[in-house]
């Protein structure tokens, strides 16, 4: 089982401010992913990374922008939030395991941030 | 392309009751897996299970089972004698073999009341 974070948990802010979204995982995993989810709603993918340096767009068009300086680490990042990014974002991490041939890489993850932009 | 339906939007059960949560999928790939996710009212997503397309063997764990029908491509999940605990979204996602990315269906919210 993955342990994987987010903080903030919950952030509430003002239009125009910077801010963003922290992801860790601590069992060394290569692969990380983004999700929006509006409440009730399907996920969304929006970026994902299969290593250190390496970052690419999802199935959703989104604003923000992510970075993976450490294998450990995928922030997210938003330079000037505004009322349509207020979702939910959902963090989550993957590995092939050991079990070849077969390799689920199932997903898991974090707790989410809950992001509302007044 | 792949694509996952839960034609399913919401599902109300009273508690004890059976519910049956149907997951229908496509794709060309001839190695796949699929995958069931809970997510009660807090919002994280938490892991059910998996299956791979070379293993149609149903599976049971306590009060959660799942029938995996590649005739049908259909990955049904039900839980038996259901709890107020239960009651969460539930999705179900596929991955190809070629691809790490999840398809996620639209998901179906299930409350069990008391």
């Known amino acids: 089982e993955a342990d994987i974070y987010q903080t903030p948990r919950y952030l509430v802010i003002g239009t125009g401010k910077k801010i963003t979204l922290e992801c860790s995982q601590t069992m060394g995993h290569d692969k990380m992913y983004w999700y929006q989810q509006d409440p009730g709603m399907e996920l969304h993918l929006i970026h994902y990374?299969?290593?250190?340096?390496?970052?690419e767009k999802g199935d959703l068009s989104s604003e923000s922008t992510v970075s993976r300086i450490r294998t450990e680490h995928f922030p997210l990042t938003l330079e000037s939030a505004r009322p349509s990014h207020t979702s939910q974002y959902l963090c989550?991490?993957?590995?092939?395991?050991?079990?070849?041939?077969?390799?689920?890489?199932?997903?898991?993850f974090g707790p989410g941030t809950r992001l509302t932009v007044l | 392309a792949q694509k996952v339906t839960q034609a399913q939007t919401e599902i109300s059960v009273v508690e004890k009751e059976d519910v049956t949560l149907d997951c229908v999928y496509e794709?060309?790939?001839?190695?796949?897996?699929l995958f069931w996710y809970k997510q009660p009212p807090s919002g994280e997503l938490v892991f059910l299970i998996r299956r791979n397309s070379f293993d149609e063997q149903n599976e049971i764990s306590g009060r959660y089972s799942w029938n995996f029908q590649k005739s049908t491509s259909s990955f049904n999940f039900t839980i038996t004698a259901s709890q107020v605990v239960d009651s969460a979204v539930y999705f179900c996602?596929?991955?190809?073999?070629?691809?790490?990315?999840?398809?996620f269906g639209a998901g179906t919210t299930v409350t069990v009341r008391a």
């Open positions: 996602a596929l991955r190809e073999s070629n691809d790490y990315k999840l398809s």
């Open positions: 794709t060309r790939d001839t190695t796949y897996y």
């Open positions: 989550a991490s993957s590995d092939p395991g050991t079990r070849a041939p077969i390799s689920y890489n199932e997903q898991f």
């Open positions: 990374s299969y290593g250190v340096n390496s970052t």
